[in-house]
């Protein structure tokens, strides 16, 4: 059986799978695979939840999509995963900035899925067709790998084999002549069942180069990549249960210039051990295989100046969480978990003009975390109290910078001290039900994020700015606290509003040296505070769904940095919406549009270059043909746009143009 528990988060109504169990002989036995149900704390923090009609439901078909239904979500740029370099696909909430590393942790079926070595998540990797529901808790975290949750955490849990169907499959082609395939195969048996999924999506592109900015050697941002996966879930026991995923993917982009070939490609492998009895537990552990290349092309000559050939890394990891039974009102959770990352790169330069060797780099290290954590949620009548800390013993080691000449001779062969240490973060929240469907919250936190192998390595060249690295970077840590009211009217109808202030200590950020270097360093701090507003209305024909973030941002540095004292972060907007109007006219029909409002940016840390802000609409449509096929309609920013997602010096990416999908769909 199946329970939803309906929370005062924030326009959210969490689905939470109760245990597998055997029934009377004439009924069946419906096998889930989540994981431990959602704890009561979930309501202390502000958390929003994105269903399964939002994720079928979106313009472009893609994770990042869905996302951005969530008012402060944004990548490190405005491009999606079919236009952007991987490795600018960094996710954080409440406009924190960034330098295309995550500040929040993002966990598929409980799996941290950012790239052990660059921090990005592999978007195009990730179906919306394949989940259940998105969970987005804002904020500071702890719990498992609370390590990375430094501005909050976004869960991905996978959609069940008796939800999909047998047989679930759709194809659409849009006014480019480009195309998206998708299909799952999900067989059943009495104690478990098997999921079985692909995607494919291939096309020419759209011009990322303004008309005036394109030259003989300008191509469209074609992209073509695919993605497999299965997952197993086995009842063993009456309260014990199996949980086996795989997935393998692979993702070629041209950016630009012809000859700017990106790639990334990837294998992940888990195994999961869910207990339901009187002792819940939760034992995880997994392994990723990731690899990048990148090719560098001059905007002066349109030759190859960079190959960034080889970037192999891997991540391994896993947890323990245990739930000891005390009684009506306390959950209590005990646990450990591991991370570990390390990965190389190896990247050869041209001569622009000659395209003669020109020397080549070598670098790499290992990072690890071991969390121990313990949280306590205490239900007293009308009051909620939780609260939750984790030690981390983090270390940074084996890290090497070997940079060559043309004629092999060594320009730099530096390797760096190992680092290591503890540090203990916390967070603590409480509710209050004051009348009928009003609870009043409010929350304090603090979090950690080690640098990424990427920043403390590796140098990157957008030309002609050469970002370069930093080996001594030292950890970010987040100060944070929040205090929000939610009103739920009915099951169908609610509101949220949250008041948040935090502040990123050591934020690491791309600072800019010259008009052509820049390098990661530590600022002082990011301070963001501000408010957002959620909104949920139906239970009829009719619903929407809207969200609102105004974030008040700034730099706070001093001694070499004081000029950037005062500055908005780059790639971070004021205001920042979204707002979808659906309408089910009959049975299994749906149209629906999304309005989106992204406020003014700055591309760098000087406040100059802006990306002026940008509104779009969506449209999709979906209208049953028979029982299992119906025709489906996506249209994206039908208003056409301009949306700039890069400016450098008046060299300017554009973002998605308008967009029109037609295809159908069996099973859904």
């Known amino acids: 059986m199946s329970l939803r528990i309906c929370l005062l988060a924030g326009a959210m109504c969490l689905p939470v799978a109760a245990p597998a169990h055997a029934q009377d002989d004439d009924e069946t036995i419906v096998v889930t695979g989540a994981g431990l149900d959602a704890t009561p704390s979930v309501i202390a923090y502000s958390t929003i939840t994105i269903g399964q009609d939002q994720l079928q439901s979106t313009a472009s078909g893609r994770i990042e999509d869905a996302l951005s239904n969530i008012a402060g979500f944004q990548q490190f740029r405005r491009s999606d995963s079919r236009s952007s370099n991987p ?78 169907g047998l047989v679930r499959g759709q194809a659409l082609v849009n006014d480019r002549g480009e195309t998206e395939l998708e299909a799952s195969l999900a067989p059943q048996w009495d104690d478990g069942f098997a999921v079985a999924s692909g995607r494919w999506d291939r096309g020419q592109g759209f011009w990322t180069a303004p008309e005036d900015q394109r030259t003989p050697a300008s191509i469209r941002a074609s992209y073509d990549s695919w993605s497999a996966g299965a997952r197993l879930v086995q009842t063993l026991g009456p309260d014990l249960q199996l949980q086996l995923r795989g997935l393998a993917y692979d993702d070629d982009r041209s950016l630009r210039f012809d000859g700017a070939e990106t790639t990334q490609n990837g294998q992940d492998l888990s195994l999961r051990l869910i207990g339901r009895g009187e002792w819940q537990f939760d034992i995880l552990g ?24 080889d970037t192999p890394a891997s991540g391994l990891g896993g947890k323990v969480e245990v739930r000891p039974p005390l009684g009506w009102g306390h959950v209590l959770r005990l646990g450990a978990d591991f991370r570990q990352s390390e990965g190389d790169l190896s990247e050869y330069r041209f001569n622009a003009f000659s395209g003669a060797a020109n020397g080549s780099r070598f670098a790499g290290g290992t990072n690890s975390d071991l969390g121990l954590f313990v949280e306590h949620d205490w239900t007293i009548g009308m009051f909620l109290l939780t609260g939750g800390i984790r030690a981390d013993r983090w270390s940074i080691r084996d890290g090497y910078h070997r940079n060559l000449a043309a004629d092999g001779s060594v320009l730099e062969d530096s390797t760096y001290a190992d680092r290591s240490g503890w540090d203990v973060s916390w967070r603590a929240g409480a509710t209050a039900d004051v009348a009928r469907g009003v609870r009043l919250r409010g929350a304090a936190y603090t979090g950690l994020r080690l640098p990424t192998l990427n920043e403390l390595y590796r140098p990157f060249v957008v030309f002609p700015v050469t970002t370069n690295a930093n080996a001594q970077l030292s950890n970010e840590r987040l100060e944070g ?22 502040k990123v200590e050591n934020a690491v950020a791309n600072v800019t040296l010259t008009d052509t270097e820049r390098q990661r360093q530590n600022l002082d701090a990011i301070h963001a505070q501000g408010v957002e507003l959620g909104a949920r209305v139906g239970g009829g024909p009719v619903t929407f769904f809207g969200t609102l973030t105004y974030t008040d941002a700034e730099v706070e540095a001093s001694e070499v940095q004081a000029a950037l004292d005062g500055n908005r972060p780059s790639q971070t907007p004021n205001w920042s919406a979204s707002a979808t109007l659906s309408w089910e006219p009959m049975d299994d029909w749906l149209l629906s549009a999304t309005l989106r409002h992204v406020g003014a940016q700055f591309e760098g840390d000087q406040e100059n270059d802006e990306l002026p802000a940008a509104t779009t609409l969506d449209m999709f449509a979906r209208v049953p043909v028979t029982r299992d096929w119906s025709v489906v309609l996506r249209g994206e920013n039908l208003f056409d746009e301009e949306i700039l997602t890069r400016n450098q010096g008046g060299s300017i990416d554009l973002g998605v143009p308008r967009t029109v999908w037609a295809g159908l769909r069996y099973g859904y």
């Open 87 to 164: 490795t600018a696909q960094g996710v954080t909430l409440r406009a924190l900035s960034g330098n295309a590393t995550s500040r929040a942790l993002v966990l598929l079926d409980g799996v941290p899925m950012l790239d052990p070595f660059f921090g990005h998540v592999p978007l195009s990797a990730l179906s919306p067709s394949q989940l259940e529901m998105i969970r987005v808790t804002r904020g500071g975290g702890s719990g498992p790998f609370g390590a990375g949750a430094l501005a909050g955490t976004i869960e991905l849990e996978s959609i069940d084999a008796a939800d999909l």
């Open 286 to 309: 997994y392994g990723q295989w990731r690899n990048f290349s990148n090719i560098v092309i001059s905007s002066g000559t349109f030759n190859p100046v960079l190959d960034q050939r």
């Open 481 to 502: 606290y929040e205090a929000g009211v939610d009103v739920i009217l009915s099951r169908d109808t609610d509101f949220s509003l949250t008041l948040f202030d935090n």
